[in-house]
């Protein structure tokens, strides 16, 4: 049910064919949550794959969980934030994103 899709473990019956990116990134946020890293800095997420198959709305529904709130509250907070990467294939489109390399003309 709804309620059971907003636990950690809810979330695997949510994303089709997608068990095992949804236990690693649980695996991940029960480590978190368990002591492990710095409970002050931010918890960032990289999702890599295909157009389509679940990145951003797995991190929604995971910042969902670890909050307790909706991601649009989080959005609007700026506790969740998503970069679309499709716009970033090569090196010159990098560049606006991270800033072209020192000593590159026009830094």
Do not use: C, N
Not at 33 to 40: H, L, N, R, V, Y
Request: without cysteine; glycine residues 14%.
């Amino acid at each position: 049910g709804r309620a059971r899709r907003h636990t950690l473990e809810g979330l695997r019956d949510s994303f089709l064919g997608q068990s095992l990116a949804v236990e690693r990134v649980s695996a991940r946020v029960k480590s978190r949550q368990g002591g492990w890293g710095e409970a002050t800095k931010p918890l960032v997420l990289v999702f890599a794959g295909p157009s389509g198959t679940g990145k951003t709305e797995l991190a929604k529904q995971i910042a969902s969980v670890i909050h307790g709130e909706s991601v649009e509250h989080l959005m609007a907070s700026k506790r969740f934030v998503s970069i679309p990467m499709g716009q970033y294939k090569d090196k010159r489109s990098a560049d606006t994103l991270v800033g072209p390399a020192v000593g590159i003309e026009g830094t």
